[in-house]
């Protein structure tokens, strides 16, 4: 009886580990954690996967990782108050927000120019902010 209960308390030791472990870890997204560097790495994704052309081969897969990188950025940083408050921030999320509802909205279909116009300037002012450190 003790060997099963002992068997038992290791094996959910082990599991809580393993769950830990793989939950802790960096995202597949690639954001690091630093706020001025994951802003950069989220334009570029992003910008990327504007400036690609409606028939790239690989337009899902970075449509894909641009998800990706949206929703854990703004998990990550929207509570957080050092960055939450930031000028870059409220401008990002703005973008994103944009983005991401087109996205759920509206599918495969193209951006429209307008839309694009819109983001690319709110991630370069979101940029020139990170820059300046607001």
């Not at 060997?3 to 472990?21: C, D, E, G, H, P």
């Given at each position: 009886?003790?060997?099963?209960?002992?068997?038992?308390?290791?094996?959910?030791?082990?599991?809580?580990?393993?769950?830990?472990?793989?939950?802790?870890?960096?995202?597949?997204?690639?954001?690091?954690?630093?706020y001025s560097e994951d802003t950069l790495a989220v334009i570029?994704?992003?910008?990327?996967?504007?400036?690609?052309?409606?028939?790239?081969?690989?337009?899902?897969?970075?449509?894909?990782?641009?998800?990706?990188?949206?929703?854990?950025?703004?998990?990550?940083?929207?509570?957080?108050?050092?960055?939450?408050?930031?000028?870059?921030?409220?401008?990002?999320?703005?973008?994103?927000?944009?983005?991401?509802?087109?996205?759920?909205?509206?599918?495969?279909?193209?951006?429209?120019?307008?839309?694009?116009?819109?983001?690319?300037?709110?991630?370069?002012?979101?940029?020139?902010?990170?820059?300046?450190?607001?």
């Open positions: 009886m003790f060997f099963k209960s002992a068997l038992s308390r290791i094996l959910a030791l082990v599991l809580v580990a393993v769950v830990t472990l793989t939950g802790c870890g960096n995202s597949s997204s690639g954001l690091s954690g630093n570029e994704t992003l910008t990327t996967a504007l400036d690609l052309p409606n028939d790239a081969e690989n337009k899902q897969e970075i449509k894909s990782l641009a998800k990706e990188q949206i929703n854990d950025y703004i998990s990550r940083y929207r509570r957080n108050g050092e960055s939450g408050g930031l000028r870059s921030f409220t401008t990002m999320q703005t973008a994103l927000n944009s983005l991401a509802g087109y996205y759920t909205s509206y599918g495969n279909r193209p951006l429209p120019e307008k839309l694009k116009k819109r983001l690319k300037q709110e991630f370069k002012q979101a940029e020139v902010a990170i820059k300046r450190g607001i």
